[in-house]
């Protein structure tokens, strides 16, 4: 009976909380968040991810399904897709979304803003190969313009590689037709170099106050 | 043998005198022994002394997780234009990447879904933010002193070997009088001795069965009840609501027809007054219910018919989207508001967790259900208006009313999933944004390469 037991919290939820850096309530949360989405069981699958009807409405689900999945998010040596992942693994990509703490050094600052923007190229760079290529990008814009038949193919696509040309330039290539192979990580930081992705990219908990009085309304 | 027959006599004949003289004559007038009260007034001191027990005890604990209230995670209040323009803002002049950074607001909103989503939570049963010494509700509250393990132990012991049983013989007691009451008020010819006679039955019954779950409701503003030849309409949150209403005055019930002791009951009772129900085939087809229930609303001496549009069980934290086919049979719409107090018992019904069986014997182990009704002012459609809008209005009076969160969401989405045509809307809206910053984007591009040449 769960009212008698003493039960602190399990010795792998003290690990990830320093792997991860969320506290121990946050992490029972997301635990029982898990066990909610995968009903039940140890490891989430893609079709688990389906079910969260806020999520069908977001351009780019099929690309943030993934990227819990993408093996490169779990540690930066890793390579290749899962296709089940178990709940540490799913802390691992949740924190790529933590806030920032105020008592940080600069190194860690940094290091946080490099993980949090490795995410997100990962994200565009669908094929893997460690460079946004045209064609990942062309992949990206047509997710978020043109599926819902407002902008057509052909739009999305201009966009595409006239903003493509543009990063181009920015490395010197100034012929449209010279080969341009793709963003690379190190290119994409500096593109990215002014953008404040620590405030922009972060879920905040919310945080509860001690139980209010029990009192006949 | 002889002994064990004149014992269970002797028990048999002292429990029907205490149910015809203490709990059905009250409940043939209304009355009330105020027994109900005393024990929620005790209940209340017992569970007020618990909380600060629990307080206490998480002080010297403050490691111990803390229950949390509806919402998780901090949702930036923006729309979706707001937040773009300051993504835009805060990014260099140069380089076209607004795809890449874009990507981040879509990001991050996935990721919010994926922590906490509106429609799953209204699935669930809401935490509590202390403890009311039920086990069930205990997910985050570990051991914390003698006392309150021993008075949690005396609650179990109550709640299982008093209360129930006791509960459960009145249930039956008052389901077996209304299937019997009706039966033979229904031999007796038209006439409105008749309507009043199945009244007077109907309403003892239901006393009687909410007796039998402890309820205590409070009705408010009885001036604006349901009429006849009107239709109520309410939040629906447990198959016990049609209890809850029936106890203040007599509703013609809308449903499908069951076989078994439910289908036994519907029977008596449409007998007795004019029920509405369906069989499985005809609900199918919307017009022969539209028809039927414009039929029943028309003569204005029947009943005011009940319904519940949200179409399920909802946990009560908030009212989720009203079908329309309700409001589209025309006449006074009587809306109701329903709020359970959670500290007492949880009244939600999760369908898919409980089956009828298990969560009529958890509601007879909780210790009591308190209820709030209101009754609200009539509303009719307006000109101009067509059933969905009037419907979105009726919920957004019942959702003031009764502090429920006003939901746009649908509650079939429990079982079904997402229409594509809402998917497609946020895409739209994205799209317009890119092409309206695009096309100035453009034609600068051009012109510069137009200058480099």
């Avoid at chain 1, 690990?15 to 140890?42: A, M, P």
């Avoid at chain 1, 045209?134 to 903003?163: C, M, W």
Wanted: one cysteine or more; charged letters at 25%.
């Amino acid at each position: 009976m769960g009212a008698l037991k003493s039960t602190p919290a399990p010795i792998e939820h003290h690990d990830l909380s320093e792997k991860t850096g969320f506290s121990l309530r946050q992490i029972r949360v997301l635990h029982k968040r898990f066990k909610q989405l995968s009903e039940g069981d140890d490891v989430l699958r893609r079709e688990d991810f389906l079910g969260i009807s806020s999520l069908k409405y977001n351009p780019i689900r099929k690309e943030i399904i993934e990227a819990f999945f993408n093996r490169r998010n779990f540690s930066p040596s890793c390579e290749g897709r899962a296709n089940e992942i178990d709940f540490e693994e799913f802390l691992v990509v949740m924190s790529h979304f933590k806030p920032p703490c105020s008592k940080m050094t600069d190194e860690q600052r940094k290091n946080i803003r490099r993980e949090k923007l490795k995410f997100i190229f990962n994200m565009h760079d669908s094929d893997g190969d460690g460079l946004i290529t045209l064609e990942d990008y062309r992949h990206v814009v047509e997710e978020l313009l043109s599926r819902s038949g407002a902008l057509g193919k052909e739009t999305s696509r201009a966009i595409a590689d006239a903003a493509m040309f543009e990063v181009a330039r920015t490395v010197g290539h100034r012929d449209p037709d010279e080969f341009y192979e793709g963003i690379t990580f190190e290119h994409f930081l500096k593109l990215l170099s002014n953008f404040d992705i620590e405030s922009r990219m972060n879920i905040r908990f919310l945080k509860t106050d001690v139980i209010p009085g029990c009192r006949l309304g | 043998m002889e002994n064990l027959w004149y014992v269970a006599g002797t028990i048999f004949q002292l429990w029907m005198s205490v149910v015809v003289f203490f709990i059905m004559l009250p409940a043939m007038f209304g009355l009330s022994l105020g027994v109900t009260e005393v024990y929620i007034q005790v209940l209340v001191k017992i569970l007020e002394w618990a909380t600060l027990r629990i307080q206490r005890g998480q002080q010297e604990q403050p490691s111990a997780p803390i229950p949390l209230h509806t919402g998780i995670i901090e949702r930036v209040g923006g729309s979706m234009e707001e937040e773009m323009w300051q993504l835009r803002c805060s990014r260099p002049e140069a380089a076209g990447a607004f795809c890449l950074s874009d990507g981040v607001y879509f990001c991050k909103k996935g990721l919010e879904s994926i922590v906490e989503d509106q429609v799953t939570q209204r699935f669930s049963s809401e935490e509590l933010a202390s403890w009311n010494l039920l086990t069930r509700t205990n997910q985050n509250f570990y051991y914390i002193s003698l006392r309150l393990t021993i008075i949690w132990g005396l609650g179990v012991f109550v709640r299982y070997c008093v209360l129930l049983p006791f509960r459960i013989a009145l249930a039956s007691t008052g389901i077996s009088w209304l299937v019997i009451g009706t039966c033979v008020v229904g031999f007796l010819p038209e006439s409105s001795a008749k309507n009043w006679l199945s009244e007077l039955v109907h309403l003892t019954c239901y006393r009687i069965c909410a007796r039998g779950l402890s309820a205590t409701i409070h009705y408010h503003n009885k001036e604006n009840r349901p009429q006849k030849g009107g239709i109520c309409v309410a939040n629906h949150t447990t198959p016990i609501d049609v209890v809850i209403l029936a106890n203040d005055g007599c509703y013609a019930m809308v449903g499908q027809t069951h076989g078994g002791l439910l289908g036994i009951l519907q029977k008596s009772m449409v007998r007795s007054c004019p029920h509405v129900w369906f069989e499985r085939s005809e609900m199918k087809d919307r017009n022969t219910v539209t028809r039927r229930l414009r039929h029943h609303v028309a003569a204005k001496t029947k009943l005011p018919i009940l319904i519940f549009p949200e179409g399920t069980c909802v946990n009560n934290t908030s009212v989720m989207m009203f079908k329309k086919g309700s409001f589209e049979i025309g006449g006074t719409i009587y809306p109701v508001a329903i709020k359970y107090d959670r500290r007492f018992g949880d009244a939600f019904w999760n369908s898919s967790k409980y089956n009828m069986v298990s969560y009529l014997l958890r509601m007879m182990t909780s210790w009591a259900i308190v209820v709030n009704v209101w009754y609200l002012p009539p509303m009719t459609i307006q000109d101009g208006e067509d059933a969905a809008q009037f419907a979105n209005r009726v919920k957004s009076v019942i959702a003031h009313q009764g502090g429920l969160l006003d939901l746009a969401w649908d509650g079939g989405l429990k079982r079904c999933k997402v229409k594509d045509s809402l998917k497609e809307e946020q895409q739209k809206m994205y799209s317009n944004i890119i092409v309206g910053q695009n096309h100035i984007r453009n034609t600068k591009t051009c012109s510069e390469t137009r200058e480099d040449q």
